[in-house]
């Protein structure tokens, strides 16, 4: 079954930056595009970006270019998403989805999830 | 000023119908294929509609989506006690060029 696995949460201190891990297993790592999305406390739901695994492409909303970074290991079947010059406003969960494909021209569905990484930001 | 508005709460009796919209522009909804999701309390988000009105495989007939011009509606029929969470649209926007999420909509079973 798939399952995509993240890594525990954490706590780091402003101006610091936080790397979050999600393992993929039960399918096939490179054929799926991975989406990073993040939900501050009490708040909805804002895209952070995107890769592909098998060639590494990246593409990020405007709001995180410069500060967010994703990468992937396909030896382990891991995407991370770095993020630097953390901020308070930055404390939220982060979560890993994969991209179901397009279908009928529309893309970007998230079919599957993480199970979310709760990074605090604070002195 | 959000590019994706949802109504913050909608309601209903078990076995009622409810509908959530989402109301964007040309640039988003007119132009992109819609997504919904559910989100219950404490959980990661779930795909219940892609592509406007297509259900994945496990997700009940009792939700159905549909889109007209820069809206796009969720209906949930037959509500369930267990419907009670979170709900989001979500879609692409050419002129922001970027992936956005509504304001997400909380029905409450009564």
């Known amino acids: 079954q798939v399952q995509l696995v993240q890594s525990d949460a954490e706590v780091k201190k402003p101006g610091a930056s936080v790397k979050v891990s999600c393992k993929a297993s039960?399918?096939?790592?490179?054929?799926?595009?991975i989406h990073w999305v993040r939900q501050a406390p009490g708040q909805g739901l804002e895209w952070m970006g995107i890769?592909?695994?098998?060639?590494?492409?990246?593409r990020y909303a405007q709001k995180f270019q410069g500060r967010v970074s994703m990468t992937r290991d396909t030896s382990t079947s891991t995407i991370y998403m770095e993020l630097s010059s953390l901020r308070s406003g930055d404390t939220a969960v982060y979560y890993c989805?994969?991209?179901?494909?397009?279908?009928?021209?529309?893309?970007?569905?998230?079919?599957?999830w993480g199970q979310g990484t709760l990074v605090t930001v604070s002195s | 000023q959000s590019v994706l508005t949802q109504p913050p709460s909608a309601s209903g009796t078990p076995g009622q119908r409810v509908t959530v919209s989402c109301s964007g522009s040309?640039?988003?909804?007119?132009?992109?294929?819609v997504s919904w999701y559910q989100q219950l309390p404490g959980t990661a988000p779930k795909l219940l509609i892609y592509?406007?009105?297509q259900r994945p495989s496990g997700v009940p007939d009792r939700f159905s989506g549909s889109k007209s011009g820069s809206s796009a509606s969720l209906a949930i029929s037959g509500l369930q006690s267990e419907d009670e969470a979170d709900y989001y649209c979500?879609?692409?926007?050419?002129?922001?060029?970027?992936?956005?999420f509504g304001t997400g909509t909380k029905v409450t079973v009564l």
């Open positions: 890769i592909d695994p098998s060639g590494g492409d990246t």
């Open positions: 989805a994969r991209d179901r494909g397009c279908s009928g021209g529309s893309c970007y569905h998230f079919d599957f």
């Open positions: 039960g399918y096939t790592f490179i054929n799926y595009y």
């Open positions: 979500a879609t692409w926007d050419d002129s922001l060029d970027g992936f956005f």
């Open positions: 040309s640039s988003n909804i007119g132009s992109s294929g």
């Open positions: 592509t406007n009105d």
